[in-house]
């Protein structure tokens, strides 16, 4: 069954340093979506993205986000300048239509 | 945006016996609501759909309600396994392509 992967599964930065977080959504899927989880509390909205743009962002998703589907395939989440309460869970998803299907995420921590 | 509230944060019931789970939200009504598991350090994982013209949907052991005048949804699991034990999400299309995910119920099921 397809799945949706993200790399890497941990990532340990500096505070100020860029990150880049890449995914893999199923392949016939039309919406993607970023994520972030910090810890203990709910998941939270960052993007969708369809037809190779930005539909919706949330007010979390400011200039320090970005994110590209660079290759047709990969769809990743930029943050640059890290800041430390960057620290968290970041879920990619992709989707047919309504049915999200959620990858393993990534664990960012800002030190 | 939506304000969504998922009952207790942490609900043990006996194994066999049937789990509720409730879900209530504060500002317009969706086209749809959705309910999600997650269990720890893992990416939520897709369990039901009702759209806001369905009272009710069934899956296996798994129903879900659907009251758009009292703005609740309810999640059911009859004959509940200590399997079942995981955190249940509900999450809200925000109109557009932007979901909003409540904080989740922390089911335990013991044996």
């Known amino acids: 069954e397809p799945e949706v992967t993200q790399t890497p599964s941990h990532q340990v930065t500096q505070m100020g340093q860029e990150v880049i977080l890449r995914c893999v959504p199923i392949?016939?899927?039309?919406?993607f979506y970023w994520y972030r989880q910090i810890l203990g509390q709910k998941v939270e909205f960052l993007v969708s993205?369809?037809?190779?743009?930005?539909?919706?962002k949330s007010e979390i998703f400011d200039d320090q986000f970005s994110v590209e589907r660079p290759d047709g395939s990969n769809f990743t989440l930029k943050i640059r300048s890290t800041k430390l309460e960057d620290s968290a869970m970041y879920f990619c998803?992709?989707?047919?239509?309504?049915?999200?299907?959620f990858g393993p995420g990534t664990r960012l921590l800002v030190l | 945006s939506q304000k969504i509230e998922q009952n207790s944060e942490a609900l043990n019931i006996q194994e066999g016996k049937t789990a509720t789970l409730t879900c209530n939200y504060t500002?317009?009504?969706?086209?749809?609501l959705q309910w999600y598991r997650q269990d720890p350090g893992r990416g939520p994982v897709f369990l039901l759909l009702?759209?806001?013209?369905?009272k009710e949907k069934r899956k296996e052991r798994l129903k879900v309600t659907f009251d758009t005048t009292l703005k609740q949804s309810l999640f059911h699991i009859t004959a509940s396994q200590p399997a079942d034990s995981a955190t249940y999400l509900c999450?809200?299309?925000?109109?557009?392509?932007?979901?909003?995910f409540g904080t989740g119920t922390s089911l335990t099921v013991i044996p």
């Open positions: 998803a992709s989707s047919p239509r309504e049915t999200q299907y």
């Open positions: 392949s016939n899927h039309l919406y």
């Open positions: 993205f369809y037809n190779n743009e930005i539909s919706e």
């Open positions: 500002n317009y009504s969706p086209a749809y």
């Open positions: 009702i759209r806001e013209n369905e």
């Open positions: 999450a809200l299309e925000g109109g557009g392509n932007q979901f909003y």
